[in-house]
């Protein structure tokens, strides 16, 4: 049996932070519920990743965390699966009702990458739903052609999740069309683009609008100094999660 720091070195992952979960040496071990599994299984996403195997556990636990590993290592399923198992989990405790929701938000810094994570947050959950799991609903929120018919009807209904890019989430929630009361869950993909791109006032303006306790995630591929100092306001008592000494 191997220890958890001869697992982590075997897949080149350095870890900071106190009391951290083992990492995981497959997604069935995880327990996920079959149709999940199933829905990695026809990604073709058989085993986990470095970042998956200590950042989905770390993520499952509530912890908040920094995510740095090389562009292609499977990120995007590494936040998105914990926010889908939160959801679920929400869901299955006391069902949404119209006007509540989201459990969590995952924010991008461009309306492409947002629609192609929100499509990996759509596939879990349609592959749960199929499985006889509760309905979980998710919306995209990233100006310009997010026509407000497409996703009003959800937001009476409630919704579970949100892919958003910051600036349109910020006039969304500004102009309460969408509150945060019962979220939890917030996480930044590309962090260091979405600061580069000076979207730090919204994403902090987006943090005060959480009543609930806050599970904070970054994800980037670099660590500048300018994430570092962002990242130090904004976690409280993270992991760091560091794949093959990205950025360092
Ligand atoms: P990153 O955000 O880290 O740059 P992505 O999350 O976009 O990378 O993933 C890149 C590609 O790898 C995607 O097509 C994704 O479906 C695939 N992928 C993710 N995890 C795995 C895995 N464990 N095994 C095989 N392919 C995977
Ligand atoms: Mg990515």
Redesign the pocket.
């Known amino acids: 049996e191997e220890t958890r720091a001869q697992l982590r070195d075997k897949w080149h992952i350095l870890v900071e932070g106190e009391n951290i979960v083992a990492p995981i040496k497959s997604f069935k071990e995880m327990k996920f519920p079959p149709p999940v599994l199933q829905a990695l299984d026809e ?7 470095p970042i ?1 195997v200590q950042g989905i556990p770390v993520a499952l636990e509530g912890r908040d965390m920094i995510g740095i ?1 090389f ?7 590494t936040f998105s699966l914990p926010l889908v198992m939160l959801a679920l989990e929400e869901e299955m405790k006391l069902p949404v009702v119209g006007g509540e929701g989201p459990f969590g938000i995952i924010l991008c810094p461009s309306r492409e990458l947002a629609r192609q994570t929100f499509e990996v947050v759509e596939y879990f959950c349609s592959y749960l739903q199929r499985g006889g799991y509760p309905e979980l609903r998710c919306i995209l929120c990233i100006g310009g052609e997010d026509k407000r018919t497409q996703f009003m009807p959800i937001l009476q209904r409630g919704v579970h999740c949100i892919v958003a890019t910051p600036g349109r989430l910020s006039d969304l929630l500004n102009s309460g069309k969408i509150n945060l009361d019962v979220c939890r869950y917030i996480c930044l993909d590309e962090g260091d683009r979405m600061l580069d791109l000076g979207f730090d006032e919204e994403v902090r303006s987006i943090m005060n609008h959480f009543k609930q306790q806050r599970q904070t995630l970054l994800f980037s591929a670099t660590m500048p100094q300018k994430f570092q100092d962002f990242a130090k306001n904004v976690l409280v008592q993270p992991v760091i999660v560091n794949v093959g000494r990205a950025g360092a």
């Open positions: 990604k073709g996403i058989k085993r986990p990743t998956q590993a562009t292609g290592s499977g990120k995007t399923v």
